[in-house]
């Protein structure tokens, strides 16, 4: 019986050294942040109109304009994406993303001018009603999905900037 009691107590102190975390999820190598699908409705305008597209993640709603809130911080924005596709999946990821995103749009550059010429060509929103955009809450680092957008660059959404 001592003999039992003890490997019992063996037992359950290995247990408890080798679960040092818990029941905590695994730890993993995804940087903080959200991606989805980019559904594009309709057709491409000329390429020659079409100078740089990107997913635009502002923090405020509605925000000041791109390029003051990327200055400031308050706007992240994913690598360029591409031209002529009709389903584009795209992420937006950094080790120190956290925090909420009020305003996720595809913002579209149209001409000569790169801080100026910028619309939204897609507003993420849960409803459908590019009206209301919904939020993206990242919490402290995780990452959010899916964050799906439908982009019509001839019935574009109300222009923030």
Do not use: K
């Not at 305003?103 to 009603?129: C, H, K, M, S």
């Amino acid at each position: 019986m001592r003999t039992a009691v003890l490997f019992l107590f063996l037992l359950f102190a290995i247990f408890v050294v080798a679960c040092d975390h818990g029941l905590s999820p695994e730890a993993t190598d995804v940087d903080p942040g959200f991606g989805g699908t980019l559904t594009v409705t309709g057709d491409w305008p000329p390429a020659d109109s079409v100078r740089d597209f990107r997913v635009v993640a502002f923090r405020n709603y509605p925000p000041e304009d791109i390029l003051s809130e990327v200055i400031n911080g308050s706007a992240v924005f994913s690598d360029e994406l591409p031209y002529g596709e009709d389903r584009i999946e795209y992420a937006i990821q950094d080790e120190s993303l956290e925090g909420s995103f009020a305003y996720i749009v595809v913002a579209q550059n149209f001409g000569e001018d790169p801080f100026q010429d910028w619309r939204a060509v897609g507003v993420y929103t849960l409803t459908g009603d590019v009206n209301a955009p919904s939020a993206v809450d990242l919490g402290s680092g995780t990452f959010f999905t899916p964050v799906d957008i439908t982009v019509n660059f001839y019935d574009l959404p109300p222009q923030p900037f």
